[in-house]
């Protein structure tokens, strides 16, 4: 397959900003080492709306550093943290922003449970910086359509910028299954490919 074909057979589009549809609840992963007031302006918005806000590493395996890791938090339609979070993400790969009709706390854990990836024969387990947006449109257009839609689970939509706004949407899963994804060799091959061909592609535009 082309370099062209793969880039046509990517599953995600570009548009030309973040969106929210209304049906949905909309939550933001932001990496709070990028964005130390990440926290500040989300307790700004609780004067007003109702925003919860939870370390994204907490109780997981990354727990010592759920401080200064990512944050994960419910946006307000209304609220100021979304005008706030869309002129950092269009200048700081600080994280992206999920939508799910899923409830904040059913989403949050199902958030932590993508943190996990196995790799190698031993099937060591590593840290999956899924929510870095320089990584999100190697990561999704590398699964296959079943395994994307088994990850995703409650993830009906991922939205960042990275050279641009993309959008990936998808159904909701009638049932979320624990997934747990492994890192397999044909999937590292099908990553590395895929960025050399968003390169060129991001080269030649």
Same mark, same amino acid.
């Given at each position: &397959?082309?370099? @062209?074909?793969? #880039? /046509? =057979?990517?599953?995600?589009? %570009?548009?030309?900003? /973040? @969106?929210? +549809?209304?049906?949905l609840n909309h939550y933001a992963i932001i990496d709070s080492l990028l964005v130390p007031t990440i926290k500040e302006w989300a307790y700004?918005?609780?004067?007003?709306?109702?925003?919860?806000?939870?370390? $994204?590493?907490?109780? *997981? $395996?990354? +727990?010592? +550093? /759920?401080?200064?890791?990512?944050?994960?938090m419910n946006l307000h339609p209304e609220g100021t943290l979304i005008e706030q979070l869309n002129d950092v993400l269009t200048s700081t790969p600080a994280g992206c922003l999920v939508s799910s009709q899923a409830s904040f706390e059913d989403l949050y854990q199902h958030c932590q449970s993508k943190l996990i990836v196995s790799s190698g024969e031993d099937a060591n387990q590593a840290l999956l910086r899924f929510y870095d947006p320089r990584n999100l449109a190697v990561f999704l257009g590398a699964l296959s359509e079943i395994d994307? @839609?088994? !990850? &995703?689970?409650? #993830?009906?939509?991922?939205? !960042?910028?990275?050279?641009?706004?993309? @959008?990936? %949407?998808?159904?909701? =899963?009638?049932e979320v299954t624990d997934y747990h994804l492994t #890192? *397999?060799? *044909? $999937?590292?091959e099908t990553m590395q490919r895929l960025q050399v061909a968003l390169q060129d592609a991001r080269f030649q535009g």
């Open positions: &397959m082309s370099d @062209s074909q793969i #880039l /046509a =057979s990517m599953p995600w589009q %570009k548009t030309e900003t /973040a @969106s929210f +549809n209304h049906e700004q918005d609780q004067i007003l709306h109702e925003v919860e806000i939870q370390p $994204l590493f907490k109780n *997981t $395996l990354f +727990n010592d +550093n /759920a401080d200064q890791g990512p944050f994960f994307r @839609s088994l !990850w &995703m689970g409650y #993830l009906e939509g991922i939205q !960042w910028f990275h050279h641009g706004w993309h @959008s990936l %949407k998808q159904d909701p =899963s009638d #890192l *397999t060799q *044909t $999937l590292k």
